[in-house]
């Protein structure tokens, strides 16, 4: 008898809802073409799609229910369901503080977890940002996670919600020890698909910058953070952790392997100019789409945890992450849109690279998992 693992994605209208289902139900497909070899029957996941809307792209095999996760009914659902598992992607972002951002990310993921705890759901897992520690010149040169979150000074309302989320999952996790919460924080997010403020500051004519100030960064692959919440799907990995790609890079070179030029400004200016346009009324995040704060101070965050406690590595480093980019950009300006990727010679040369990385992975994996049979 099958028995398949029942996984509600929430927030799948968006992107990251959207590309999470559309992962798991990938490995659904490899999964039967596997036999059964557990003695539960396992045969797959049962992927429940739930948003207030029905997602642009249908999703083939997508389960879609179409709720709020603040709906009172949203429990009774989960029981019915039998869900074992609630990936909570269910945000909006928020250039600046606002009730409707408040009130769906912040108290719709509060009901989320007092529903699901109420059903019996296993596991729970979220997205935040590493954002959430703020950017400071008293940071430490590696913020470890149980690192105050002093990100509810910024004037992001994105970056305060996710602060608010943290501290109420943190005393939930308390009041239910049975249940497995993972909390994923996530480093500057770039990719050729994905719309993040990271990318958006990338692809500015030009990116600002401030003038004397090059900080080191950190960023995270598109792809990278779908494989760390399917990870955290797949194992019990209790906890918060950092996750970004291997290696720290400054702001200065970052630009230049994307192929960016900058236009620094005096941050005395910067600020004065913001102040100015939200008087104003004009979207200063159009220029600024990441706070001056973050492109002056640091903010880079300890690894350990997730490479030693979590077992999660990204497939992509960073320099890897921003040349394929900057192969992207060049693509989409020179060249017909038909044009494969794969042509890029630097995406390739990086493609082999990390192939060879995760085969030297595998094979360690299997020297260890000998070792211990023997």
Same mark, same amino acid.
């Given at each position: 008898?099958?028995?398949?693992? +029942? *996984? /509600?994605?929430?927030?799948? #209208?968006? !992107?990251?809802?959207?590309?999470?289902?559309?992962?798991?139900?990938?490995? =659904?497909?490899?999964?039967?073409?596997?036999?059964?070899?557990?003695?539960?029957?396992?045969?797959?996941?049962?992927?429940?799609?739930?948003?207030?809307?029905?997602?642009?792209?249908?999703?083939?095999?997508?389960?879609?229910?179409?709720?709020?996760?603040?709906?009172?009914?949203?429990?009774?659902?989960?029981?019915?369901?039998?869900?074992?598992?609630?990936?909570?992607?269910?945000?909006?972002?928020?250039?600046?503080?606002?009730?409707?951002?408040?009130?769906?990310?912040?108290?719709?993921?509060?009901?989320?977890?007092?529903?699901?705890?109420?059903?019996?759901?296993?596991? +729970? *897992? /979220?997205?935040?940002?590493? #954002?959430? !520690?703020?950017?400071?010149?008293?940071?430490?040169?590696?913020?470890?996670? =149980?690192?105050?979150?002093?990100?509810?000074?910024?004037?992001?309302?994105?970056?305060?919600?996710?602060?608010?989320?943290?501290?109420?999952?943190?005393?939930?996790?308390?009041?239910?020890?049975?249940?497995?919460?993972?909390?994923?924080?996530?480093?500057?997010?770039?990719?050729?698909?994905?719309?993040?403020?990271?990318?958006?500051?990338?692809?500015?004519?030009?990116?600002?910058?401030?003038?004397?100030?090059?900080?080191?960064?950190?960023?995270?692959?598109?792809?990278?953070?779908?494989?760390?919440?399917?990870?955290?799907?797949?194992?019990?990995?209790?906890?918060?952790?950092?996750?970004?790609?291997?290696?720290?890079?400054?702001?200065?070179?970052?630009?230049?392997?994307?192929?960016?030029?900058?236009?620094?400004?005096?941050?005395?200016?910067?600020?004065?100019?913001?102040?100015?346009?939200?008087?104003?009324?004009?979207?200063?995040?159009?220029?600024?789409?990441?706070?001056?704060?973050?492109?002056?101070?640091?903010?880079?965050?300890?690894?350990?945890?997730?490479?030693?406690?979590?077992?999660?590595?990204?497939?992509?480093?960073?320099?890897?992450?921003?040349?394929?980019?900057?192969?992207?950009?060049?693509?989409?300006?020179?060249?017909?849109?038909?044009?494969?990727?794969?042509?890029?010679?630097?995406?390739?040369?990086?493609?082999?690279?990390?192939?060879?990385?995760?085969?030297?992975?595998?094979?360690?994996?299997?020297?260890?998992?000998?070792?211990?049979?023997?």
């Amino acid at each position: 008898m099958s028995n398949k693992q +029942v *996984i /509600l994605v929430t927030g799948v #209208a968006g !992107y990251w809802g959207s590309r999470m289902a559309a992962r798991l139900l990938e490995l =659904n497909e490899n999964l039967a073409q596997q036999p059964i070899t557990d003695g539960i029957g396992f045969s797959g996941y049962h992927v429940i799609g739930l948003d207030t809307e029905p997602p642009k792209e249908p999703i083939k095999g997508l389960d879609f229910i179409q709720a709020d996760v603040r709906n009172p009914l949203f429990v009774e659902l989960l029981k019915s369901e039998q869900v074992h598992t609630l990936v909570h992607l269910a945000f909006i972002e928020a250039n600046r503080p606002s009730e409707r951002a408040f009130d769906f990310n912040v108290i719709g993921a509060m009901k989320a977890l007092g529903a699901a705890a109420e059903a019996g759901v296993r596991k +729970v *897992i /979220l997205r935040s940002s590493t #954002a959430v !520690y703020g950017a400071f010149p008293t940071n430490p040169a590696f913020i470890v996670e =149980n690192y105050p979150l002093n990100g509810n000074k910024s004037k992001n309302g994105s970056i305060r919600n996710w602060v608010d989320i943290e501290a109420f999952v943190n005393g939930f996790r308390r009041q239910v020890p049975e249940m497995v919460i993972t909390m994923l924080r996530f480093a500057n997010i770039i990719g050729p698909t994905v719309d993040s403020p990271f990318t958006r500051f990338l692809i500015q004519n030009p990116p600002l910058t401030l003038f004397g100030f090059d900080p080191l960064m950190q960023v995270i692959h598109e792809n990278d953070v779908v494989e760390a919440l399917i990870f955290s799907m797949r194992n019990d990995v209790p906890g918060v952790f950092n996750v970004a790609a291997e290696g720290i890079l400054p702001l200065g070179k970052i630009l230049g392997l994307a192929g960016r030029f900058s236009l620094p400004v005096i941050h005395l200016c910067a600020y004065w100019g913001i102040q100015m346009m939200s008087a104003s009324g004009v979207k200063s995040h159009q220029y600024f789409p990441i706070e001056p704060d973050y492109l002056r101070f640091p903010w880079i965050t300890d690894l350990a945890r997730m490479r030693e406690e979590m077992g999660f590595i990204p497939a992509y480093t960073a320099e890897e992450s921003l040349r394929e980019f900057a192969g992207q950009l060049r693509l989409k300006k020179f060249k017909p849109e038909q044009i494969d990727i794969a042509y890029d010679e630097e995406r390739l040369r990086d493609t082999i690279e990390r192939r060879r990385r995760q085969r030297e992975q595998l094979a360690h994996l299997s020297e260890e998992t000998q070792e211990g049979v023997q």
